[in-house]
């Protein structure tokens, strides 16, 4: 959902090694901003299908040509393309409490990320997820955005685990990490389907994991 990841830039004031924030950036913070907003308010009162990239630019007072220097898709004004993702499932890994394994560190991510709504989320965020959940287009963006960080998140666990890069093992379970989310989806209970998904990933795991009898 944009409306994190597109939030106001801070106030203005110097931090400790940090460079101060140009005009020119937050121009571009505020123009991204509000055609964030201006989608996400349009595909909820619409419906995702029913809205162009014109009424959206049109909404923000920005023209078409400026929304794609910021956007380079319809789907992208509705999901968040930073890196904040894929560096929670990194230091899922890389900072998981001492004897825990790295599938049980996985699925505690999955467990208490913010990737599909709860009971306590507001209505907004459920009315978001509902139009995601029944848009073919949205469904598979997001899939494909979501698996675009499997080489990071393979690559960190094959660290921890003092493997090759390229360790097949290490490669499996993060692909099967990533898509137990979009098994779980389907299910009428999404979290304990990944608790049930991370126990047989916690078994194969520790069968087959790097430096082990019966792994690479």
């Known amino acids: 959902m944009n409306v994190d990841v597109n939030q106001d ?12 924030v140009g005009r020119r950036e937050r121009k571009k913070a505020r123009t991204r901003q509000a055609l964030a907003d ?19 630019a049109d909404a923000a007072d920005v023209s078409v040509t400026t929304l794609f220097k910021h ?24 900072d998981r409490p001492a004897g825990q394994s790295v599938p049980e560190a996985l699925r505690d991510r999955l467990l208490n990320g913010p990737e599909w709504p709860s009971a306590e989320d507001d209505e907004e965020f459920a009315a978001f ?21 499997e080489a990071a998140l393979a690559r960190a666990i094959a660290e921890e685990e003092g493997a090759p890069p390229d360790d097949v093992v290490c490669a499996a379970l993060a692909r099967f990490t990533l898509e ?37």
């Open 38 to 56: 201006a989608a996400l308010r349009l595909f909820l009162e619409r419906g995702y299908d029913q809205v162009g990239v014109k009424e959206v």
């Open 180 to 216: 137990s989310s979009f098994l779980a989806r389907r299910q009428p209970d999404p979290q304990e389907a990944v608790r049930r998904v991370f126990a047989l990933l916690e078994r194969g795991w520790e069968t087959a994991r790097p430096g082990r009898a019966g792994g690479t």
């Open 71 to 94: 956007f380079p898709c319809k789907e992208a004004l509705v999901f968040d393309l930073d890196d904040d993702i894929e560096a929670s499932l990194v230091a899922a890994v890389r």
């Open 129 to 149: 997820s509902r139009m995601v959940e029944s848009t073919p287009a949205l469904i598979d963006y997001r899939h494909r955005m979501w698996l675009r960080h």
């Open 9 to 20: 830039p801070p106030a203005a004031g110097p931090r400790a090694g940090v460079p101060p």
